[in-house]
């Protein structure tokens, strides 16, 4: 497989020595200017559905047709199932948040830009992620949270809904959270599970607040996307 480079370790709450993880996320749709431009330039618009392994987690994700793939690690997900077998083999950062030491093993990257109006517009980020001290999903949602939450100059992060959503048979912590700036709002969602023993796998989607539909339609297509195995 081929080796990409892992940028700043971007993944999902990832990008260690950033003032806030996010900020970087946020570029990834809808937003206006040279930065965002430059994520479209490199995006891959799929002509076929794609499907993605790793048999370390035991997870594969599918990239619907017509959607925007901007980034796949090809060390930690591979398009054949069996190329990822062990930790040893993945490209993984180490860093540390909230005084917790941390593993992280990013692993996609893409978003659906069909529409011509900023309201629909969705980004997904995949990642897996081991935490010190984070033993249970409570123990990890709360350094979850911590490391979104941080202080900001530029943006105010505030939890507007959580709840326990069950996908393909496993539950997952849903947090939907507000982000105020000077110049927009947007939301950001969260959704995470254990997977592995000590890990923990992380689906974050940035939209719109005009659009009111995000979060179903996101279930919807996690729904039929992720596979556990």
Same mark, same amino acid.
């Given at each position: 497989m081929k080796k990409l480079p892992v940028v700043l370790a971007v993944c999902v709450l990832m990008f260690p020595g950033c003032?806030?993880?996010?900020?970087?996320?946020?570029?990834?749709?809808?937003?206006?200017?040279?930065?965002?431009?430059?994520?479209?330039?490199n995006a891959k618009k799929l002509d076929r559905e794609i499907r993605?392994?790793?048999?370390?987690?035991?997870?594969?994700?599918?990239?619907?047709?017509? &959607?925007? /793939?901007?980034?796949? @690690?090809g060390e930690n997900f591979s398009e054949t199932r069996g190329d990822i077998t062990d930790d040893v083999s993945m490209d993984i950062a180490y860093g540390q948040d909230n005084g917790k030491n941390y593993?992280?093993? &990013?692993? /996609?990257?893409?978003? @659906?830009l069909e529409t011509s109006t900023h309201d629909n517009h969705l980004g997904f980020e995949l990642d897996a992620r081991a935490v010190e001290g984070a033993g249970d999903m409570a123990s990890f949602m709360d350094y979850l949270e911590a490391y979104m939450l941080e202080p900001d100059d530029n943006a105010t992060y505030s939890l507007?809904?959580?709840e326990q959503v069950s996908i393909n048979g496993r539950s997952f912590e849903l947090r939907d959270y507000r982000v105020d700036?000077?110049?927009?709002?947007y939301q950001i969602m969260t959704l995470s599970c254990q997977v592995q023993e000590?890990?923990?796998?992380?689906?974050?989607?940035d939209y719109?607040?005009?659009?009111?539909?995000?979060?179903?339609?996101?279930?919807?297509?996690?729904?039929?996307?992720l596979e556990f195995y």
């Open positions: 003032k806030k993880a996010l900020d970087e996320v946020r570029g990834m749709l809808g937003r206006s200017g040279s930065e965002n431009a430059s994520r479209e330039e993605y392994y790793n048999d370390f987690l035991g997870i594969s994700y599918a990239v619907p047709k017509g &959607w925007w /793939l901007y980034e796949v @690690n593993a992280n093993l &990013w692993l /996609l990257s893409f978003g @659906n507007s809904h959580s700036r000077a110049e927009d709002d000590g890990y923990f796998f992380n689906i974050m989607i719109w607040p005009e659009n009111t539909k995000a979060q179903q339609a996101v279930i919807s297509s996690i729904g039929k996307s």
